[in-house]
């Protein structure tokens, strides 16, 4: 990924569970981000176990607000060059598009970061494979 470090980015939370190591491409994130977090409209405990699961550290995520209030607020408190928001599908491009955000679809942005993507992690395996959150 170009850019420098003063960046913000955003990863929707379907985004970062199509990744194979969450905690690996945040910590390279790290190295070219200079904040990081997580939004979705999901409820806040389902990205934090999510996150707790998988060891990400993230300086900001959305809480109880959706994906386009959350984005505001982030751009309103990290004041950085750039906010990249790394997300699945048309409609997070429309969002994106809608708060003045870069928007990154989540299979270029592992391209172009050298990181895997978690249906090319597993032999065999598809992105369609039901993936259970509720185990301990």
């Known amino acids: 990924m170009n850019g420098g470090s003063d960046m913000t980015l955003a990863f929707e939370l379907e985004a970062l569970q199509a990744l194979a190591s969450p905690e690996a491409v945040f910590d390279d994130a790290r190295g070219w981000s200079k904040y990081v977090g997580v939004v979705s409209e999901e409820p806040t405990y389902v990205v934090t176990n999510f996150t707790r699961k998988n060891r990400v550290r ?7 607000r959706g994906k386009a209030e959350s984005l505001v607020s982030v751009k309103g408190q990290f004041d950085t060059e750039r906010h990249v928001f790394v997300g699945v599908d048309e409609d997070d491009e ?8 870069e928007f990154l679809h989540v299979e270029d942005a592992a391209e172009a970061a050298e990181w895997t993507l978690a249906e ?7 992105a369609d494979e039901d993936v259970r959150d509720d185990w301990p």
């Not at 993230?58 to 109880?64: H, I, L, N, Y």
């Not at 429309?94 to 955000?101: G, K, M, S, T």
């Not at 090319?120 to 598809?126: A, F, L």
């Open 120 to 126: 090319e992690s597993r032999p065999g395996g598809t």
């Open 58 to 64: 993230q300086d900001f995520f959305s809480g109880p």
């Open 94 to 101: 429309a969002l994106a598009d809608e708060v003045d955000w």
